[in-house]
């Protein structure tokens, strides 16, 4: 995988600022020139508490499919999220749709 996540790139995607400072904090000076998705990566943010699911829909396609086939769990924790918030909404609106 060869995508990368700075602070510019989190800042351009109008990420938090406790999330973009943390970010700072858990990357120190390669925040600023671009950090490398890798597995090793993902877990030094997970365990420094980012907001992954967030940050995962910014991935390009490409890392996503790359992320699913070799059954990152970042992935299946972002479905399950997406399926509580689905069950959730549909529950608050009794199915109907607000708009």
């Known amino acids: 995988m060869s995508f990368s996540i700075s602070t510019s790139f989190l800042e351009k995607h109008n990420a938090c600022s406790d999330n973009i400072e943390l970010f700072r904090q858990t990357f120190a000076d390669a925040a600023e020139t671009g950090v490398e998705v890798t597995k090793e990566n993902w877990k030094l943010a997970k365990d420094a508490g980012l907001y992954l699911l967030w940050l995962f829909r910014l991935l ?5 499919e790359e992320w699913q086939a070799i059954g990152h769990s970042a992935y299946s924790e972002y479905q399950k999220v997406l399926r509580v918030e689905a069950l959730a909404y549909h529950e608050a609106t009794k199915g109907n749709f607000i708009g």
């Open 60 to 64: 390009p396609d490409v890392e996503r």
